[in-house]
């Protein structure tokens, strides 16, 4: 398992993608943009409801099978999915992880917040790196 915490910016997005796809360069690299859309969407939503002077955490666990994204953050609100309009220009996020990953949910965390997770299953093993 790897972990690595980010600060409330525009910046820690681009940052916790790039965290990701480094880990997983050597255990799923058929599925890596899938990987890299639900990590951005999930640190943006993090950013978006994270208080003002938060951190929020993307850990990532490789096995032999499976991916696992987690992002944790101190905001009590819950995400769900929702079908905007059209003309809407945000709340696509949880559609697209719903889309690319296996699996995904919430849960609860020690102190304040939750995690938000994916999982992807591995459609080409390779030796694992995180």
Not at 8 to 19: H, N, P
Not at 68 to 76: C, F, K, L, Y
């Amino acid at each position: 398992m790897k972990s690595r915490s980010f600060p409330r910016s525009v910046a820690a997005v681009g940052r916790a993608r790039t965290f990701v796809a480094d880990c997983i360069s050597g255990c799923a690299p058929e599925q890596a943009d899938d990987i890299r859309v639900c990590v951005s969407e999930l640190a943006t939503n993090a950013l978006q409801h994270t208080p003002i002077g938060r951190r929020f955490l993307v850990q990532i666990m490789c096995s032999d099978n499976v991916v696992r994204i987690e992002v944790h953050d101190a905001s009590t609100n819950i995400p769900h999915l929702c079908t905007p309009a059209d003309t809407d220009d945000r709340g696509r996020g949880l559609l697209l992880v719903s889309a690319f990953a296996d699996d995904w949910g919430v849960s609860d965390r020690t102190g304040p917040g939750k995690v938000v997770w994916a999982e992807f299953k591995i459609r080409q093993p390779a030796e694992a790196t995180c």
